[in-house]
Nanobody, 125 residues
């Protein structure tokens, strides 16, 4: 199993940037695909980005593609989400998630094994 703790959220003006971090504790971090999800008020939890256990493949929701970048550092057992050109619609708590040795990276949050507590991102217009 793995425990996840997010940080880096905050309040930023539209067009600004934030970098979210997720620190993992547990064995075999390199065997987990890692992802980021968000859940705006009144909406379902939605997929944002994911990176494979190998780090060779990344997947993004269309709404953030070209603006957000997911990266991982297995030596530090961390995953990051660099968010650029933020929009008010990006406002939500953001959660990191881990999936152990997935055959295929999933965008459905129900398919992910472990979750962090969330970090709030607020983008003002």
């Amino acid at each position: 199993q793995v425990q996840l703790v997010e940080s880096g959220g905050g309040l930023v003006q539209a067009g600004g940037s934030l970098r979210l971090s997720c620190a993992a504790s547990g064995r075999a971090f390199g065997n987990y695909a890692m992802g980021w999800f968000r859940q705006a008020p009144g909406k379902e939890r939605e997929f944002v980005a994911a990176i494979s256990w190998s780090g060779g493949d990344t997947t993004y929701d269309d709404s953030v593609k070209g603006r957000f970048t997911i990266d991982r550092d297995d030596a530090r057992s961390m995953v990051f989400l660099q968010m650029n050109r933020l929009e008010p619609e990006d406002t939500a708590p953001y959660y990191c998630a881990a999936d152990y040795l997935p055959w295929t990276v999933q965008t459905n949050p129900a398919k992910w094994d472990f979750w962090g507590q969330g970090t709030q991102v607020t983008v003002s217009s």
